[in-house]
């Protein structure tokens, strides 16, 4: 008697992992990776000197503040989100010291002496939520955005997208962006 021998049956698995790795790379070349922006804020650069931590004059501070029943304060007042954006303007334009000759503010005893001098203090409890946090950003952004488009066409008699860049670094210096952020410790 004749004794069959059972071959087992074998797939050839090299082929697979060839395909396998190209499919991989296939997927990592098309596949497009979104980056999110984020809030686009230039740093201030590293003072050395002590001006740097000196005390700043109430009238010079502009303090809004977001509490955790999402309420918007500046210095003692609840405002509407609405709002930020022209009182942030006011303060900023305010000319109270009178040496602005390009300000058209009140001249309020009782508000920021120059652009250059004024500083608006953001700070939130914990649990703020982020979209309130990002839209009062947004409104302080804005109120700078239209006082330096103000001075861009008064100035330099342009638009902003027209301006060479000595003169963008001109309408910066007029009306630096100065804000600062307070961190958050959590109450509770």
């Known amino acids: 008697m004749k004794s069959f021998k059972r071959h087992s049956v074998s797939v050839n698995a090299g082929s697979m992992a060839d395909i396998a790795f190209l499919l991989l790379i296939f997927f990592l070349v098309t596949t497009t990776i979104s980056a999110d922006k984020g809030i686009l804020r230039k740093l201030p650069p590293i003072c050395d ?12 501070l502009l303090q809004i503040s977001m509490n955790d029943n999402q309420q918007i304060m500046i210095d003692t007042d609840i405002v509407k989100l609405e709002e930020v954006k022209d009182i942030v303007e006011a303060f900023i334009d305010n000319n109270g010291s009178e040496s ?88 509770n």
């Open 49 to 60: 000197t002590p001006d740097c931590t000196a005390d700043i004059p109430d009238r010079n």
């Open 100 to 187: 602005c000759d390009f300000c058209e503010g009140a001249q309020s005893k009782d508000s920021s002496d120059h652009p250059k001098v004024a500083v608006i203090s953001l700070s939130h409890d914990a649990l703020t939520k982020y979209d309130l946090f990002i839209s009062v950003q947004d409104e302080i952004t804005r109120a700078y955005y239209d006082l330096r488009t103000r001075y861009t066409k008064e100035i330099f008699k342009k638009t902003p997208d027209q301006l060479t860049k000595g003169e963008l670094v001109a309408v910066q210096k007029a009306y630096p962006f100065i804000v600062s952020e307070i961190m958050v410790k959590r109450t």
